[in-house]
């Protein structure tokens, strides 16, 4: 079993709220010393229970983020009464794009994928209104100009795909026909798929017997080194022939963000927009050795190896598999700071 290393937390407000893609809550312990209580916690909306809908708005009953197992938030995963302080965070309003195209890095994958989620809950909301109307139905429609919603999530651990496997599951079952979804997921080295995708096997087995597997997930096994590559292979050809507008959004580290702008800004016609709600990696503890034992402990110098091409080897099928989240490596959570409150109980 796979060490998750974070957990989802589920908040039930006391009122529906509005609620919209990459929005952030800064997240209070009222059980903690005053000093700290009002600091709070800055986390992006994983995902919501939709109270209802109007002509252009979402309402949620409930949220949900992901929350790492850390001594700064472990408080957070207990029965606690907790204050959260949002929505903070623009709206982007990306439904008024013809093609989108989603980018994250690591955690980054908590803050872009509501907006898939969202993008395609529209659709498949307009398309069951407009096949009902032949009935009599009157209900208004969001008519957003999205065609075609392409996310690109660069893992830096292979099972950080436990994090959102049971949201692409979800993901994948508002586009059946596979037309409007386009997924690919990065993972840095080829896993063992004895212990790491237990379901694998009978993954493949249906490969090769069924024609009907979705085409629109892939895996590619692309390592660090290779997302600049993989990156602009795949988005040059989409962003050169795409019609219409298209918008960029991404989530990641200052490295990853500089990377992605370095592709986008050779199409002038891409506008590009950086999530307000962006990770921070930690720095890892250094630890300072003796000469002596500095050089006992440093590794002999070799050539790199010439890296084999990027191939991309597996479908990903999600229907039925386990659903769980995993932070491997710790982060923190850089936002704006401002004042706004609700209340509420952390569902267990």
Not at 187 to 209: C, G, K, M, S, Y
């Amino acid at each position: 079993m796979v060490d998750t290393q974070a957990t989802r937390v589920t908040f039930r407000l006391p009122r529906d709220t509005a609620i919209y893609p990459g929005a952030y809550f800064y997240i209070f312990n009222e059980h903690e010393p005053l000093w700290r209580r009002y600091l709070g916690t800055p986390m992006a909306v994983y995902d919501w229970t939709s109270s209802k809908l109007s002509s252009n708005e979402d309402f949620a009953s409930e949220l949900v983020f992901l929350v790492e197992d850390s001594p700064s938030q472990t408080p957070l995963l207990k029965n606690n009464r907790l204050a959260i302080d949002g929505p903070y965070g623009r709206n982007l309003r990306l439904e008024k794009y013809d093609h989108v195209f989603l980018l994250a890095e690591g955690i980054g994958i908590a803050s872009v994928l509501s907006f898939a989620s969202a993008l395609a809950r529209r659709r498949l909301y307009d398309n069951e209104r407009k096949a009902s109307a032949a009935s009599g139905s009157n209900e208004r429609l969001y008519l957003d100009r999205t065609r075609r919603v392409t996310l690109i999530w660069a893992m830096e651990q292979n099972s950080q795909l436990e994090w959102a496997r049971h949201e692409i599951d979800q993901l994948m079952n508002l586009d059946p026909k596979s037309k409007f979804l386009h997924v690919w997921l990065y993972q840095p080295t080829e896993p063992d798929h004895r212990h790491v995708f237990p379901r694998l096997a009978e993954v493949q087995q249906e490969l090769e017997t069924c024609k009907s597997f979705p085409k629109h997930c892939k895996i590619s096994y692309v390592p660090e080194n290779r997302w600049s590559e993989a990156l602009r292979h795949q988005l040059s050809g989409a962003m050169e022939t795409a019609p219409g507008t298209k918008a960029a959004a991404m989530c990641g580290t200052p490295a990853f963000r500089t990377m992605v702008e370095n592709i986008t800004k050779e199409y002038p016609r891409v506008d590009l927009y950086g999530l307000e709600h962006q990770p921070v990696r930690r720095r890892k503890t250094i630890v300072a050795l003796s000469e002596d034992v500095g050089r006992q402990l440093a590794p002999e110098h070799h050539a790199l190896p010439v890296l084999p091409p990027i191939q991309h080897t597996t479908h990903l099928h999600t229907e039925g598999s386990l659903s769980g989240s995993i932070i491997v490596e710790e982060y923190e959570m850089r936002s704006m700071s401002r004042k706004r409150q609700l209340t509420g109980n952390v569902a267990a």
